[in-house]
C-alpha cells in the first residue's frame, strides 16, 4: 500500500471538507442569533463538484485502513451536516493510521540481526572507514579489496599474478609447487569437508575480485546502494579472514 499518495490525497480532502462545514456551519450564526435551535442533520447547500470527485477517492483510500467505517454513510444524504462529519472524522482516523503505518510495520517486524560495520576484519574496514565516511562508497570497496590482495600478496611472498589467479591459486587442493605456496585450513586433509572448504575458499576469492573489485575499479559510477555496498565490503572481509586463518604451505 502507498501510505505516503494516501496521506498527501488524505490531507488534501480534509481540507477540503473543513472548508466545506465551515460554509455549512456559517448560516446558523444567523438562527442562534433569533435563538432558533438547528438540527445536526438539517439539510444546506449540495457540496461542491470537486469536493464530490475527492470524495470518491478518500472514500476508497478510507475503506483501505477502516474497512467498516463510512457503512453509516447511506443513512444520510451528502447535503446534510452528519455526512460530512462522519467523513471528516473517517478520513482524520485513517490518514492516523496511513501517517504511522511504516512506524507501526517497522515496530512490528521481528528484530533482525544487522552487521556492525566496525566489527568487519580491519584489513577491510580500516582502509574502507574513511571513504565510507565520506560516502565514497565505491572507492571504499575498492580499497578494502586491494588491501586484502596486498595482505595476501605478502602473506605467499607473491606478487607475480593477479588477484583471481593468486586466489584460486593460494586455496587450491593440489599441492604446493616450487615458487607457488599454498593457504591451508586446518583440520583432516583426507576429509571431503576438508576439501570442500578449500574450493568453496578459492572460488568465493576469486569471485570477489572478478565481480566486486573489478567492477568497482572499471566502471566510473556503479549503482550499488549503501547496502549492497556494505555486503560487499562483508563479502572481502570474509576472505580477509579465511587468509588469515591459513597457514601457508611451501613445497618442500
Known amino acids: 500500500m ?15 471538507v473543513k472548508a466545506h462545514l465551515f460554509h455549512l456551519y456559517n448560516p446558523l450564526l444567523g438562527d442562534l442569533a433569533a435563538n432558533v435551535t438547528p438540527l445536526q442533520t438539517r439539510e444546506r447547500d449540495a457540496p461542491p463538484e470537486g469536493l464530490t470527485l475527492k470524495l470518491m477517492r478518500a472514500r476508497q483510500i478510507v475503506s483501505a485502513y477502516l474497512p467498516y467505517a463510512l457503512d453509516e454513510l447511506s443513512q444520510y444524504d451528502r447535503k446534510m451536516d452528519t455526512y460530512w462529519e462522519i467523513v471528516q472524522r473517517a478520513a482524520t482516523e485513517a490518514l492516523g493510521l496511513a501517517s ?12 533482525s540481526p544487522s552487521i556492525a560495520a566496525e566489527e568487519l576484519h580491519p584489513w577491510v574496514w580500516e ?16 580499497t578494502a579489496a586491494r ?3 596486498r595482505r595476501l600478496q605478502q602473506k605467499l611472498g607473491r606478487h607475480d599474478v593477479g588477484e583471481m589467479d593468486l586466489c584460486m591459486q593460494s586455496f587450491d587442493p593440489k599441492p604446493p609447487t616450487e615458487g607457488k605456496p599454498r593457504l591451508r585450513f586446518d583440520g583432516d586433509r583426507t576429509t571431503p569437508t576438508w576439501k570442500a572448504r578449500q574450493d568453496g575458499a578459492k572460488y568465493l576469492a576469486a569471485g570477489a575480485f572478478l565481480g566486486i573489485r573489478n567492477l568497482a575499479a572499471h566502471e566510473e559510477k556503479v549503482t550499488w546502494t549503501q547496502q ?10 570474509v576472505v580477509a579472514r579465511w587468509i588469515e586463518e591459513c597457514d601457508v604451505e611451501a613445497a618442500p
Open 127 to 142: 582502509p574502507a572507514a574513511p571513504l565510507w565516511a565520506a560516502e565514497a562508497h565505491q572507492d571504499a570497496v575498492l
Open 228 to 237: 549492497e555496498a556494505l555486503e560487499y565490503l562483508a563479502t572481502f572481509s
Open 2 to 16: 502507498d501510505h505516503a499518495y494516501a496521506v498527501e490525497t488524505l490531507t488534501d480532502f480534509l481540507g477540503d
Open 100 to 111: 504511522s503505518a511504516e512506524e507501526i510495520a517497522a515496530f512490528l517486524r521481528p528484530a
Open 147 to 149: 588491501t586484502v590482495n
